[in-house]
């Protein structure tokens, strides 16, 4: 059974920055599937933030996150990251790390203060 562990979250200025990551175990596949970031604000949907390809050459951000965060992944230690910098307080919210959008962690919240 794949689990997902996001870790990295935490309190921040607007401004500051802060690294996501995400380790698969059980994962026996991990190295041929997409993963993905997203996020779910109070009172919100859970969106999308960032996808990588299995083999981590193609990326796709949100429009909101573009130029600020940065996706990518180490197949060898099954996990996937999420470079956050410039953050602001729209930014907050739970975290959630995905495999092909059919495993999810848990999440890790991120809050940015102004």
């Known amino acids: 059974q794949v689990q997902l562990v996001e870790s990295g979250g935490g309190l921040v200025q607007a401004g500051g920055s802060l690294r996501l990551s995400c380790v698969a175990s059980g994962s026996i596949y991990f190295n041929l599937y997409l993963m993905g970031w997203y996020r779910q604000a109070p009172g919100k949907q859970r969106e999308l933030v960032a996808t990588?390809?299995?083999?981590?050459?193609?990326?796709n951000y949100a429009d909101s996150v573009k130029g600020r965060f940065t996706i990518s992944r180490d197949n060898s230690k099954k996990s996937v990251y999420l470079q956050m910098n410039n953050l602001k307080p729209e930014d907050t919210a739970v975290y959630y790390c995905t495999e092909r959008e059919a495993v999810w962690g848990r999440g890790t919240q991120v809050t940015v203060s102004s």
């Open positions: 990588i390809s299995a083999g981590g050459s193609t990326k």
